[in-house]
Nanobody, 125 residues
């Protein structure tokens, strides 16, 4: 496929955990990094976390640091977002995105080349 594909969203209660998966797009050359973003109704899309394919450098937004863990499985061409201690404010559509070339800036959605369709995460209080 030419776009990444997310899965794993759902409805959970506050304090629960959820793991999202993102199957990267099929390309001749692997992208440099993968990022997770989220967008709540009426809000702008915000950065959540990113990871590089080569050595697995990880970057997190302050709002999810220590609760969320991003990881990758190079053999499966898949990136994961483990979300723990979920809060109602984590409710959003979560998007996976690919960054084709090198960057040292991960939080700007305009720097990503390809996006998935998104998966809904709803956290009830």
């Amino acid at each position: 496929q030419v776009q990444p594909v997310e899965s794993g969203g759902g409805l959970v209660q506050a304090g629960d955990s959820l793991r999202l998966s993102c199957l990267a797009s099929e390309r001749t050359f692997r992208s440099y990094a993968m990022g997770w973003f989220r967008q709540a109704p009426g809000k702008e899309r915000e950065f959540v976390a990113a990871i590089t394919w080569n050595i697995g450098n990880t970057i997190y937004a302050d709002s999810v640091k220590a609760r969320f863990i991003i990881s990758r499985d190079n053999a499966k061409n898949t990136v994961y977002l483990q979300m723990n201690s979920l809060k109602p404010e984590d409710t959003a559509v979560y998007y996976c995105a690919e960054r084709a070339g090198y960057t040292n800036t991960y939080g700007n959605p305009a720097l990503y080349n390809s996006w998935g369709q998104g998966t809904q995460v709803t956290v009830s209080s």
